[in-house]
């Protein structure tokens, strides 16, 4: 028997410890029949395999309730990096990763992670190859954002959405109690693709009045005209904006209050499109406004979880440790939703090598015409992603969550 | 039999409509013992008694389904207002109002509102009396800043309290995933009074390292000091501040940021006491930093209230309407806090000039002597008003709210 690893990187999510859990609860299958020997945590994902900082999963083999709470739990358990291996196959980072694998008989390698984490896949995979050090390797699939090409949409994506559209259900409650006529601008995480931003749409009672995604090139005069239209059917008028909605030329409306820096994959820190929209209403219509940011809450409110997202996010990551003794290596776990009238997804897994560094942005066809509104048919797609409550263990008033 | 109304003004909050249910729950009651007919409500406060824009409450005199619906709904069912009422009590006004009470056979007033509801409480029953029209005036307060005097708390307060400390858990979960120390600074609502800030300290497994009210004069050189050594003991630490912290001689900490725009009462729009905080952190201290506005679900997150708060909030609403028909007015509904081991309150009332137009700040013994902490007693003291949850209506994965 030999044994596994399992990290987490990048940004945390609500649904990144329910994949830790099945990867777990995978190991423990695969233990049973003599397949893994002892599956090991990496703190802080790369950085901690680096630093020799591993924990022993296997007291967690049996206890489902453990499991249930780890599931439950939002941030990454294990701690998480943004670490990126470098090109260069030759470096003597990769001497000293496979050294240790070897040292602790790791063959099989779990890298819960992002579009980013998915590249590491595909390096260490590869890499293990050309050195005959038998690893199988795969990712599986986490962001909130659901901007991964190869599935039919990312674990930690429905419950963020659910997130996004309930708490904007309660804002048109409160925006609803006055008479006077104002806008609310409620700013969504989404740096390119806009499927957060998308689900603002899904509230049950009524939904924002307009929506607007960075995958439609933005128009001052068309979203003041559209605004402005608004305001003529009702007094409190709701805009969902994404965050990194762009002009026509590319530079993002939020811009000129961004501070310029970059993280580690070159990204620009963004920020400020609500912001620079709440000061264009204020001063082109003149009417009441402000702007509001839902914030960090998107990616990690454990207690509005979507059950759908919960339950797949654990079924991924078990079903990546049966991917791993079949020998597979290098590819990322996928949803495949089966073309029927009721929603029902498969898990396969596609090389990470086709669908690693792209980003899958809402499809033209899933925005109206005008570029100011999902269409049902995104709508369609997005409504099962985020069924079902969890309710998560409150202690005295505040949830309890699982720490190793 | 006389006829009834009840109206809602001011901002609003996860349990203002807990309280509009239980005056209904009230009225039912006294309608059944012949003492009222009809119970009105008044669209948008004083604005929709003056439009006579009013809706009969008393088909969901026997709906306990609605009334639980409502009971969950965010924002104010009936619409609110920021109309005050005149000073001068001579003003056409007031000729207006009591013709319209009149008109409708109106004896009983239910206002359910804030600080500056109480004062419109106060002046309608002295009118009244003045003018020698029968009418019993009953304010029941609602804020989720919990700064109204002669209360040991207010409706609201605890579901405002809950998300608070709920979400600051999940974000504790979320920023403790990365090794590189960074500060996140939670900019928290709390205009004068420092309530929900300190709740911020009833967090489960981690509460954060610092945590700043207005009560106590904001000092820089003392901030710097205390992240300076946080960061030594940990590289994760969470700063939770109100959004009125004030320097020693008065001046916002975010005041540079303000709109410099006033409310209808004269409050400063406030705004940016985070964001200016985390520009000092990264010039002084210069490490990550980051400032999180957790924004309007502190006042309308129905799908975390506290359950403490919403029965509460229902069962004065309820008593108001007790204390009318024995013919009260003037007064508002207070929480009485039994001085026993075990949280015990009991509904009474006071009369409304005696309380009207003070903030109940956080008491200094309620704050530690250093000025960057709760005391155990003040968390105490808060701990019951976040017990319980409520588990509201999920229709397709969002909420569904009552509408009249």
Redesign the interface.
């Known amino acids: 028997m030999s044994c596994a690893i399992v990290g987490?990187s990048g940004g945390?999510t609500?649904a990144i410890n329910a994949t830790l859990a099945g990867v777990i609860k995978g190991a423990a299958n695969a233990h049973q029949i003599g397949k893994i020997d002892t599956l090991f945590g990496m703190k802080?994902g790369i950085?901690g395999l680096l630093k020799e900082d591993l924990i022993s999963l296997n007291e967690y083999f049996r206890d489902d309730v453990a499991l249930s709470h780890l599931s439950d739990?939002?941030?990454?358990a294990l701690?998480?990096?943004?670490l990126k291996l470098p090109a260069d196959k030759t470096e003597a980072i990769y001497d000293q990763i496979f050294a240790i694998l070897q040292k602790y008989d790791i063959h099989y390698f779990f890298y819960i992670g992002g579009n980013d984490s998915m590249d590491t896949t595909a390096k260490l995979s590869q890499i293990s190859k050309e050195r005959g050090y038998p690893l199988y390797v795969i990712g599986v699939p986490k962001t909130i954002d659901n901007d991964l090409c190869g599935t039919d949409h990312t674990p930690g994506f429905g419950s963020a959405a659910?997130f996004i559209?309930?708490?904007i259900?309660?804002?048109m409650?409160?925006t609803?109690?006055?008479?006077k006529p104002a806008v609310t601008i409620v700013e969504i995480m989404g740096r390119d693709a806009g499927w957060l931003t998308a689900s603002a749409a899904?509230?049950?009672?009524r939904a924002p009045d307009l929506i607007y995604l960075p995958e439609v090139p933005f128009s001052i005069p068309q979203f003041l005209e559209d605004v402005k239209a608004a305001l003529k059917c009702r007094s409190d008028v709701v805009v969902a904006v994404s965050e990194g909605i762009r002009l026509q030329d590319g530079s993002y409306v939020g811009a000129s209050t961004s501070s310029g820096v970059k993280d580690a994959f070159g990204h620009q820190y963004l920020g400020g499109a609500g912001k620079a929209l709440e000061m264009l209403v204020k001063e082109e219509i003149g009417c009441k406004v402000r702007s509001?940011?839902?914030?960090?809450?998107q990616?990690?409110?454990?207690?509005?979880a979507?059950a759908t997202d919960i339950s797949e996010s654990f079924a991924i990551g078990c079903a990546a440790v049966d991917y791993a003794i079949r020998q597979i290596t290098g590819h990322m776990m996928v949803f495949i939703r089966k073309p029927s009238s009721q929603y029902e997804i498969e898990i396969g897994s596609l090389p990470v090598s086709e669908i690693a560094n792209q980003v899958k942005a809402v499809p033209r066809h899933f925005i109206n015409e005008k570029g100011n509104y999902p269409t049902p048919e995104c709508i369609a797609y997005l409504?099962p992603l985020?069924?079902?409550?969890r309710?998560i263990t409150?202690?005295?008033?505040?949830?309890?969550?699982f720490?190793f």
Request: aromatic share 6%; net charge negative.
């Open positions: 987490q945390p609500a802080n950085e739990t939002p941030g990454a701690g998480s990096c943004r659910k559209s309930t708490v259900s309660e804002i409650c409160d609803a109690v006055y008479t899904l509230c049950a009672d509001v940011e839902i914030n960090l809450p990616r990690c409110a454990a207690h509005l979507s409504t985020i069924q079902g409550e309710y409150f202690v005295g008033g505040v949830p309890s969550f720490r």
